[in-house]
């Protein structure tokens, strides 16, 4: 798997004075108004927030994957028997093209039995996804481009964090359209119970700039649908979702639970257009 180096120093050094003082404008801000952070989620409840587990309708969550639990979202399966390849999303309800997104994660506890050992203290962040609604109810991850997390391995075996997956979609690395499914960064995982600091900055079709714990991974653009990818050519709406070609230019965030416990705190959002002024 091919690693990918690209340093975006400019966008870091911008998006680190952005997270230290919230009234600075961007270029990609509309000219008034100048953008803020606004946390999108209350801490107390799941209001805004929409779950998706495979095998059940959208907004079923029977077993409580997703939980409030001491002001975290916490993903967790103490009412499950095994996992069964229940995967779930947890959508937030508004649909977004240019904004930025912060917030913490943490693994802890053993993964459930019968996930996958590449699941094992794996989850992450969904971007530009489809809605809730149009994924199936079989369907195991929404189209959508995934900052992924993981964490430490029981044999501490080496690993990277804030990853790109891309489940039915591409995106462009240095001028070129990345086929593999997972693009490595070099930032190194940190163990069980630790948080960890992540921010992206998502341009509509343009570019996609993460942070962790401040420190710039690589910068990634044209984020489009892949007609080679079963995992998106087999969803019998497949054909709507390109209707408009293959570029995507939009939609929702989702945060990921894939067997390995992890809770996530201090979820804020920085809507960078007009169009998202109001949501969707």
Not at 71 to 83: A, L, N
Not at 178 to 186: F, L, R, S, V, Y
Not at 249 to 254: E, L, N
Request: aromatic residues 8%; glycine residues 10%; negative net charge.
């Amino acid at each position: 798997m091919r690693v990918s180096h690209k340093t975006w120093l400019v966008g870091g050094v911008a998006l680190l004075m952005i997270a230290g003082c919230q009234g600075k404008t961007d270029v990609s801000a509309t000219a008034g108004a100048e953008p803020e952070w606004e946390s999108i989620f209350d801490g107390k409840t799941l209001n805004g927030w929409t779950p998706k587990i495979s095998m059940e309708p959208v907004g079923q969550d029977k077993d409580k994957t997703f939980e409030v639990v001491d002001g975290t979202i916490r993903v967790s399966y103490e009412g499950y028997d095994e996992f069964g390849d229940r995967f779930g999303h947890l959508f937030y309800k508004d649909k977004l093209s240019h904004y930025r997104l912060k917030l913490e994660y943490r693994f802890f506890g053993e993964q459930l039995v019968g996930g996958a050992s590449w699941a094992n203290v794996n989850s992450g962040v969904m971007l530009h996804s489809q809605s809730p609604e149009s994924i199936e109810l079989d369907q195991k991850f929404p189209i959508s481009v995934e900052g992924q997390f993981l964490g430490v391995l029981p044999d501490n075996s080496p690993r990277t964090t804030a990853n790109v997956c891309t489940p039915g979609t591409n995106v462009v690395v240095d001028g070129k359209i990345e086929t593999e499914h997972c693009i490595q960064t070099a930032i190194p995982v940190r163990p069980l119970g630790e948080w960890v600091q992540y921010e992206v900055e998502v341009l509509g079709n343009g570019t996609i700039k993460q942070l962790v714990n401040g420190q710039p991974t690589f910068e990634f653009s044209g984020a489009q649908y892949d007609p080679s990818d079963k995992r998106l050519t087999d969803l019998k709406n497949a054909n709507a979702m390109m209707e408009n070609g293959l570029a995507i230019s939009d939609g929702y965030i989702a945060l990921q639970a894939e067997s390995a416990p992890v809770e996530f705190r201090n979820i804020q959002l920085m809507r960078l257009d007009t169009d998202n002024a109001g949501g969707h």
